[in-house]
């Protein structure tokens, strides 16, 4: 592949729900390109795309692939993302490499989901974009219903480019708007505008032409006085209105009949960005002062990685895009985001798993490497003398999370890193130890990317894992206030042991923690011994009265007491306030608590009465409904324990229509007739365990 200069590079991110078509429309696109000599099929696993075990037995996308192709005298980097919900952190990725974006809807499903949830991460990104409407051949199909509920659900200005001719089986082709000519079949062979469409076409075309001439002033004047505006000016108004959002440009096709997928290539090529036409900003660590990147080759090197896998063969694999600059094989580079040098070895350009060794990687292109060392997604790759770190990919909060333990004793050696490794691949991943129940917590998106994790965790890594639904987090706290002795004294040969305290426990607002005080007066228990007292209380508070969870939100008061001059020490005041806590929290009106979760659950309106009515059946609290184009947004509190699988559930209520995000809120008592379950199903997993 040669180079090419800037100006004439297209990184384009393939967006839209899972089961839209991108996979086989990217497949296409390489087709039509004459980078592949065959079209691959998902049914067959030989898709460029989707060349990953994972990919090839589900049937959809769990990666974002790098699929490069020559159109026009023009380098397009198509970036074929996953629709599926479990695998935002791949779009995330893809979009900080992107300088456009195509959004794929499907002409029969319509405007899902999933396609307005990459609508917004377009909009976080501030990214061009375009509408391919696929599936022309599929029963159900319809152009112009899919183009209304695109105006509906985005507030955007959504103007054709391309008319199908026909639709269902007896979809043939498309009509160019632009150059005013029919392309049917899947060759594109030029052809007359079938009759019947004439005056659609016509109208479609004054519309687009409209649109064009208010891109540019000039035009509009032309347009206005009834001069013909040429073929050239329209791509260049339809270019500069593209690019900066003043509307969106939709075409129509069959990507598994490759029907319109030549004029899709032609319309990235002519109206999305190039690199050269997006502003980047980046931040010299040392001065703090914000600098605008220019994608000029021969300018400081600034690259960022947007994605790392682990491959089995050459190690960790470094996807990265270049901002400005040049980057070269067999050379060093700083990595500014950890401060260290890294040794670049053998670059690549990179077409699905077949890698192309290059002797460099120009600005504004995308490239991978093997092997560095501390280098992660997001980071920012650069000279030593010219420091410069571009903004960190920001990721949503991981749905669905698993307790993890370690299948065999070798297991639990390799356990660490093995999911240090993981997370490096996947940064949507996140592994904490909870103190408070002891288990090792990997969460991530919903169910789908846990077994996804799961399982690289095994092949890459070797390392065998088993997951359980994590134990919830209770805690105890107490109602009312209640004082009570803690009397330890034991007598042995030798010296004994003795010490006497009245507590009292006073309960707290919720959230506020531990707090103990002293109000012995006189001597009763020396002081030395106080803080003796407050220890013991801390250790004894980590195991509740009710099911063994830790005791939150109290005040302890020492106020009385006694001690022995010889028996008396720090040991013997703390097994006293053991006994005292022991003594006093059950008279205190103890309680358990349970953390509450804050969703927000977004679905088309037809499933807004499946959704309340279970979250009625899982304890939650409605805090809110809204109607937004075409969808209903619902904000709840829910307790943990009822949607610990919730990312499952949603899927299969909504046909995997519905998202939600949750956060959470905070702790809450949980109802007496269900203190008794949770009780028995602690005991239960401790004694498995055991």
Same mark, same amino acid.
């Given at each position: 592949?040669?180079?090419?200069?800037?100006?004439?590079?297209?990184?384009?991110?393939?967006?839209?729900?899972?089961?839209?078509?991108?996979?086989?429309?990217?497949?296409?696109?390489?087709?039509?390109?004459?980078?592949?000599?065959?079209?691959?099929?998902?049914?067959?696993?030989?898709?460029?795309?989707?060349?990953?075990?994972?990919?090839?037995?589900?049937?959809?996308?769990?990666?974002?692939?790098?699929?490069?192709?020559?159109?026009?005298?023009?380098?397009?980097?198509?970036?074929?993302?996953?629709?599926?919900?479990?695998?935002?952190?791949?779009?995330?990725?893809?979009?900080?490499?992107?300088?456009?974006?195509?959004?794929?809807?499907?002409?029969?499903?319509?405007?899902?989901?999933?396609?307005?949830?990459?609508?917004?991460?377009?909009?976080?990104?501030?990214?061009?974009?375009?509408?391919?409407?696929?599936?022309?051949?599929?029963?159900?199909?319809?152009?112009?219903?899919?183009?209304?509920?695109?105006?509906?659900?985005?507030?955007?200005?959504?103007?054709?480019?391309?008319?199908?001719?026909?639709?269902?089986?007896?979809?043939?082709?498309?009509?160019?708007?632009?150059?005013?000519?029919?392309?049917?079949?899947?060759?594109?062979?030029?052809?007359?505008?079938?009759?019947?469409?004439?005056?659609?076409?016509?109208?479609?075309?004054?519309?687009?032409?409209?649109?064009?001439?208010?891109?540019?002033?000039?035009?509009?004047?032309?347009?206005?006085?009834?001069?013909?505006?040429?073929?050239?000016?329209?791509?260049?108004?339809?270019?500069?209105?593209?690019?900066?959002?003043?509307?969106?440009?939709?075409?129509?096709?069959?990507?598994?009949?490759?029907?319109?997928?030549?004029?899709?290539?032609?319309?990235?090529?002519?109206?999305?960005?190039?690199?050269?036409?997006?502003?980047?900003?980046?931040?010299?660590?040392?001065?703090?002062?914000?600098?605008?990147?220019?994608?000029?080759?021969?300018?400081?090197?600034?690259?960022?990685?947007?994605?790392?896998?682990?491959?089995?063969?050459?190690?960790?694999?470094?996807?990265?895009?270049?901002?400005?600059?040049?980057?070269?094989?067999?050379?060093?580079?700083?990595?500014?985001?950890?401060?260290?040098?890294?040794?670049?070895?053998?670059?690549?350009?990179?077409?699905?798993?077949?890698?192309?060794?290059?002797?460099?990687?120009?600005?504004?292109?995308?490239?991978?490497?093997?092997?560095?060392?501390?280098?992660?997604?997001?980071?920012?790759?650069?000279?030593?003398?010219?420091?410069?770190?571009?903004?960190?990919?920001?990721?949503?909060?991981?749905?669905?999370?698993?307790?993890?333990?370690?299948?065999?004793?070798?297991?639990?050696?390799?356990?660490?890193?093995?999911?240090?490794?993981?997370?490096?691949?996947?940064?949507?991943?996140?592994?904490?130890?909870?103190?408070?129940?002891?288990?090792?917590?990997?969460?991530?998106?919903?169910?789908?990317?846990?077994?996804?994790?799961?399982?690289?965790?095994?092949?890459?890594?070797?390392?065998?894992?088993?997951?359980?639904?994590?134990?919830?987090?209770?805690?105890?706290?107490?109602?009312?206030?209640?004082?009570?002795?803690?009397?330890?004294?034991?007598?042995?040969?030798?010296?004994?042991?003795?010490?006497?305290?009245?507590?009292?426990?006073?309960?707290?607002?919720? +959230?506020? !923690?531990?707090?103990?005080? =002293?109000?012995?007066?006189?001597?009763? @228990? #020396?002081?030395?011994? *106080?803080?003796? &007292?407050?220890?013991?209380?801390?250790?004894?508070?980590?195991?509740?009265?009710?099911?063994?969870?830790?005791?939150?939100?109290?005040?302890?008061?020492?106020?009385?007491?006694?001690?022995?001059?010889?028996?008396?020490?720090?040991?013997?005041?703390?097994?006293?306030?053991?006994?005292?806590?022991?003594?006093?929290?059950?008279?205190?009106?103890?309680?358990?608590?349970?953390?509450?979760?804050?969703?927000?659950?977004?679905?088309?309106?037809?499933?807004?009465?499946?959704?309340?009515?279970?979250?009625?059946?899982?304890?939650?609290?409605?805090?809110?409904?809204?109607?937004?184009?075409?969808?209903?947004?619902?904000?709840?509190?829910?307790?943990?324990?009822?949607?610990?699988?919730?990312?499952?559930?949603?899927?299969?209520?909504?046909? +995997?229509? !519905?998202?939600?995000?949750? =956060?959470?809120?905070?702790?809450?008592? @949980? #109802?007496?007739?269900? *203190?008794?379950? &949770?009780?028995?199903?602690?005991?239960?997993?401790?004694?498995?365990?055991?």
């Amino acid at each position: 592949m040669k180079e090419y200069k800037v100006q004439d590079l297209r990184n384009v991110a393939l967006l839209g729900h899972g089961s839209c078509g991108k996979t086989t429309l990217s497949e296409a696109m390489l087709y039509d390109a004459g980078a592949v000599t065959r079209m691959g099929r998902i049914e067959d696993h030989n898709t460029v795309s989707d060349y990953d075990e994972e990919e090839q037995e589900r049937g959809l996308s769990v990666n974002t692939s790098v699929l490069p192709a020559e159109w026009q005298n023009r380098k397009l980097n198509i970036l074929d993302v996953p629709g599926y919900m479990d695998f935002v952190g791949e779009v995330k990725n893809a979009l900080r490499a992107a300088d456009g974006g195509v959004l794929v809807v499907c002409a029969s499903s319509g405007v899902e989901v999933g396609a307005e949830l990459h609508w917004e991460f377009l909009d976080e990104a501030g990214i061009p974009r375009m509408v391919f409407v696929n599936k022309m051949d599929r029963d159900n199909a319809d152009y112009a219903r899919t183009v209304d509920q695109l105006r509906t659900k985005f507030e955007a200005t959504f103007v054709p480019i391309t008319l199908p001719i026909g639709a269902r089986d007896s979809f043939t082709g498309i009509v160019d708007l632009v150059t005013m000519k029919a392309y049917l079949g899947a060759e594109g062979k030029e052809g007359e505008i079938p009759a019947d469409m004439r005056d659609q076409v016509e109208a479609a075309r004054t519309e687009m032409m409209e649109y064009a001439a208010e891109a540019d002033d000039e035009l509009m004047m032309k347009y206005l006085e009834g001069e013909e505006l040429t073929t050239d000016e329209i791509y260049s108004a339809l270019r500069t209105g593209s690019i900066a959002g003043q509307f969106v440009l939709v075409l129509a096709g069959s990507a598994t009949k490759n029907i319109g997928v030549r004029r899709l290539l032609d319309a990235i090529a002519a109206y999305l960005p190039a690199p050269s036409d997006v502003e980047r900003t980046a931040t010299n660590p040392v001065t703090d002062d914000e600098v605008t990147l220019t994608p000029d080759p021969a300018a400081p090197a600034v690259a960022q990685v947007f994605k790392t896998l682990a491959d089995p063969f050459v190690g960790k694999l470094t996807y990265f895009r270049v901002f400005s600059g040049t980057i070269s094989s067999d050379s060093r580079i700083f990595n500014a985001t950890k401060n260290e040098e890294e040794r670049l070895g053998q670059l690549f350009l990179v077409r699905g798993k077949e890698q192309i060794p290059v002797d460099s990687i120009p600005a504004g292109d995308l490239g991978a490497t093997a092997k560095l060392g501390v280098t992660v997604t997001s980071d920012t790759l650069c000279d030593r003398g010219n420091p410069f770190v571009l903004p960190p990919i920001t990721y949503p909060e991981p749905l669905f999370s698993v307790a993890v333990f370690p299948k065999t004793k070798a297991d639990l050696d390799k356990l660490g890193n093995g999911l240090s490794r993981l997370i490096e691949e996947d940064p949507t991943l996140r592994v904490e130890r909870n103190t408070e129940t002891n288990e090792t917590i990997l969460s991530g998106m919903g169910e789908s990317h846990i077994q996804i994790a799961a399982r690289r965790l095994a092949q890459k890594f070797g390392v065998e894992i088993v997951t359980e639904v994590p134990t919830i987090p209770y805690r105890e706290t107490i109602t009312k206030v209640a004082q009570a002795q803690g009397r330890h004294k034991k007598q042995t040969g030798g010296r004994g042991q003795f010490g006497d305290v009245w507590l009292r426990f006073e309960p707290l607002e919720r +959230g506020a !923690g531990f707090e103990f005080a =002293s109000e012995i007066f006189g001597g009763a @228990v #020396p002081k030395n011994y *106080v803080p003796a &007292v407050e220890k013991g209380i801390r250790e004894i508070a980590e195991q509740g009265v009710i099911a063994g969870f830790p005791t939150v939100d109290f005040r302890c008061v020492i106020y009385d007491g006694s001690y022995h001059p010889v028996d008396s020490s720090e040991m013997a005041f703390k097994l006293a306030a053991h006994l005292g806590f022991r003594n006093g929290i059950p008279q205190a009106g103890p309680v358990l608590l349970e953390p509450i979760m804050e969703i927000v659950v977004t679905v088309p309106e037809e499933f807004m009465g499946d959704i309340l009515g279970d979250l009625n059946t899982r304890r939650g609290r409605v805090l809110g409904m809204e109607q937004s184009r075409g969808n209903g947004v619902v904000t709840a509190q829910v307790p943990l324990a009822e949607i610990q699988r919730y990312a499952t559930d949603l899927r299969s209520m909504t046909q +995997g229509r !519905g998202i939600y995000r949750m =956060s959470f809120s905070h702790y809450d008592i @949980v #109802p007496a007739h269900i *203190v008794d379950k &949770v009780v028995e199903e602690t005991k239960k997993r401790e004694a498995q365990r055991e």
